[in-house]
């Protein structure tokens, strides 16, 4: 079983950067995709950003230019750096393995 374990979800201001960062730990024996999702209440989870083992990446349209994926493999770590925040990116950010998801950490971009 893969645990996920994500951090650095905290309130800012508009304009804003902020970097989150994921931990896989467990059995981790099959190399994959990570990514981040994000949900507001009363809407569906949405993809961020997922990037593959070997470091391609993908963006959903509303962060393209603004946030950037990367991963440390060695580590088993994801990281999510959001720049030019906006309050509508203001939801729980969730890690994503195709075996795991994280329990989320809340971003809150608000002056």
């Known amino acids: 079983q893969v645990q996920l374990v994500e951090s650095g979800g905290v309130l800012v201001q508009p304009g804003g950067s902020l970097r989150l960062s994921c931990a896989a730990s467990?059995?981790?024996?099959?190399?994959?995709?990570m990514g981040w999702y994000r949900q507001v209440p009363g809407k569906q989870r949405e993809l961020v950003a997922t990037?593959?083992?070997?470091?391609?990446?993908n963006y959903a349209e509303p962060v393209k230019d603004r946030f950037t994926i990367s991963r440390d493999n060695a580590k088993n770590t994801v990281y999510l750096q959001m720049n030019s925040l906006k309050p509508e990116d203001t939801a729980v950010y969730y890690c994503?393995?195709?075996?795991?998801w994280g329990q989320g950490t809340q971003v809150t971009v608000s002056s």
């Open positions: 467990g059995s981790i024996v099959t190399p994959s995709s």
């Open positions: 990037i593959t083992y070997g470091g391609r990446a």
């Open positions: 994503w393995r195709f075996d795991s």
